[in-house]
């Protein structure tokens, strides 16, 4: 058993909001003089820079998980993790099918940009990325795992777009085995408040600028012999799973 630290919910360039230097590569150095192990892209709505993302880490020695921030119908932020590059872009196809499409306001909210492995401009998305789609919460997990993954809410201890203060209660909705939260100082308030169970706790930057990305801090325990990234992969998503 090793130690990996992680940081599952980082922005691109492709997010709105997010700086054009969070480049695939800057991402990954980013997070290797921060000390992590593992990380997660999980852009607005979509996973077009996942495959960037993936040879990036592979060049530096991270393993990379790929991922989504999905706005759900009712605005509220849920993050999706997937164990295999290839179902992470078929669950992309289906969210595209599911968007409300608006230009993007490039003045407001900045470029879109799609990248290579070599962070070269490989194309924009020219509608807004960041607004809700027509995908109900209670849809969540069951899309989830339809395409290979796991899905848990978003920043649970913020306003903007948490499941708590968009509902005013944390919803009996099976299949969210984890939560995420923004502050570690938060935990305790929450469970005490709200019915979280024995769900598994996950700490998010939502970095949309490199300097927003976790230091290392939060880590999973994970078996790792005879060593390789899709074992370490394959570990952590059966302990995100309750299986571990």
């Not at 996973?47 to 880490?57: L, T, V």
């Not at 395409?147 to 777009?161: K, L, S, V």
């Not at 490199?210 to 899709?230: G, H, I």
């Amino acid at each position: 058993m090793n130690k990996y630290y992680y940081d599952f919910h980082l922005h691109s360039c492709l997010s709105p909001c997010g700086d054009d230097d969070n480049t695939p590569n800057n991402i990954v150095g980013m997070g290797l003089l921060n000390g992590l192990n593992i990380m997660a892209l999980t852009d607005h709505n979509t996973c077009k820079n996942c495959p960037a993302f993936f040879k990036a880490a592979k060049k530096h020695g991270i393993i990379a998980v790929a991922g989504m921030e999905l706005t759900t119908a009712e605005d509220i932020h849920v993050v999706f993790l997937f164990e295999y590059l290839d179902d992470a872009l078929k669950f992309d196809e289906e969210v595209q099918k599911r968007r409300i499409l608006f230009p993007n306001r490039v003045d407001v909210y900045g470029e879109q940009l799609i990248m290579d492995g070599d962070d070269k401009v490989i194309g924009v998305e020219e509608h807004l990325l960041s607004n809700a789609t027509t995908i109900t919460v209670e849809e969540c997990p069951q899309l989830a795992k339809q395409f290979g993954g796991i899905c848990y809410p978003a920043h649970i201890d913020r306003t903007a777009n948490g499941i708590i203060s968009t509902l005013g209660i944390f919803p009996d909705i099976k299949g969210f085995e984890c939560v995420e939260f923004h502050e570690v100082k938060n935990i305790d308030e929450y469970k005490r408040k709200y019915n979280l169970g024995n769900r598994t706790v996950i700490i998010g930057s939502d970095a949309h600028y490199l300097w927003d990305m976790r230091e290392k801090e939060n880590y999973f325990e994970l078996d790792d012999e005879p060593y390789s990234s899709a074992l370490v992969r394959e570990k952590l998503f059966q302990k995100l799973r309750g299986a571990l």
